[in-house]
């Protein structure tokens, strides 16, 4: 007879449960971590792109929400109007949750079938999803 991955030793034909094979649960989780891992080092070096008023501010931010670049147009910017910097601040923030709203999306394709009903997944609120949530 043969082991099934069948973590709590069903018998295929019906005859009732043969025992609890632990060693094929624990290789079971072993794989999903090495899967979870991968993804999110993939996470990590995939970078996405928040921009708002046509381009004027664009914020590079990787699949773990970490803003890791930005880019302002010179157009954005006119040194001798106070208000106008102001408006600068909010464009970057902007592009910034622009960046990191498309982040999550990417983590949770990415992560969501490994998750499964996890949930919470580097958040500290169960079902926050991945990654630390921002208080925007």
Do not use: C, H, W
């Amino acid at each position: 007879m043969t082991q099934s991955q069948d973590p709590f030793g069903q018998d295929p034909t019906g005859g009732g449960m043969g025992g609890f094979d632990m060693n094929t649960l624990l290789q079971q989780a072993q794989q999903m971590q090495e899967q979870m891992m991968v993804a999110q080092q993939e996470l990590a070096d995939t970078l996405v792109e928040g921009t708002v008023a046509g381009g004027a501010v664009t914020a590079s931010v990787n699949g773990t929400g970490e803003l890791v670049g930005l880019s302002i147009s010179p157009a954005a910017v006119d040194l001798a109007d106070a208000d106008a910097l102001t408006d600068l601040a909010d464009l970057v923030l902007a592009a910034y949750r622009d960046g990191r709203a498309r982040s999550e999306a990417l983590a949770a394709e990415k992560l969501g079938p490994l998750a499964g009903g996890l949930g919470g997944l580097g958040g500290d609120t169960p079902g926050a999803g991945p990654g630390p949530q921002l208080g925007f």
